[in-house]
């Protein structure tokens, strides 16, 4: 995947006999897709895909998507595929908020600059979020993205600073 495009849907299935695409957001930022112009698709081939029409669907996060360009028969081939969009195209977030892509591959300190592990996902929980954190030796563990935890996010050093949390570093295998 290109660096700056993260995944912004994923197709279910094709919806009606126009080409349209029924797919899952797979952000829970819905603002998202109010000023949604065009979306990127990187398989079979890449191609730039301009939005016609975006409107929710049956189901949590599941919306109807209309396409220039594309056909019933070719909706139907991309069951499973995912399409993105630029980062450069992502609102500014507010002060002390993150998208997820930003996090991921962050280190992760500890209050006496050990070097804990490095994020490998965000878990959404509701009202917080979960960081993967992966260590060294293969183990994985998570923190509460909250205030509790965390001490400090420097997105442009690359790191997370959290408190003295011990008990969260057990490291799960």
């Known amino acids: 995947m290109e660096k700056d495009l993260i995944p912004l849907f994923k197709v279910i299935s094709p919806h009606g006999l126009k080409g349209d695409l029924k797919v899952t957001l797979l952000t829970s930022n819905e603002d998202l897709l109010e000023n949604l112009k065009e979306l990127i698709l990187l398989k079979p081939e890449y191609r730039l895909l301009v939005v016609r029409q975006v409107r929710k669907g049956p189901g949590h996060l599941v919306y109807l998507l209309s396409l220039d360009g594309v056909s019933y028969e070719e ?51 509701g009202d917080y979020e979960l960081l993967l954190v992966k260590v060294e030796d293969g183990g994985e563990f998570y923190i509460p993205f909250v205030e509790d935890y965390i001490e400090e996010v420097d997105i442009e050093k690359g790191l997370i600073r959290v408190k003295s949390v011990d008990e969260l570093f057990a490291v799960q295998k």
């Open 75 to 125: 909706a139907k081939t991309l069951v499973g595929e995912f399409l993105y969009i630029r980062t450069s195209d992502l609102p500014q977030p507010e002060e002390g908020e993150f998208y997820y892509h930003q996090l991921e591959g962050l280190k992760v300190f500890d209050e006496k600059a050990q070097e804990r592990g490095v994020i490998i996902g965000v878990i959404p929980m």
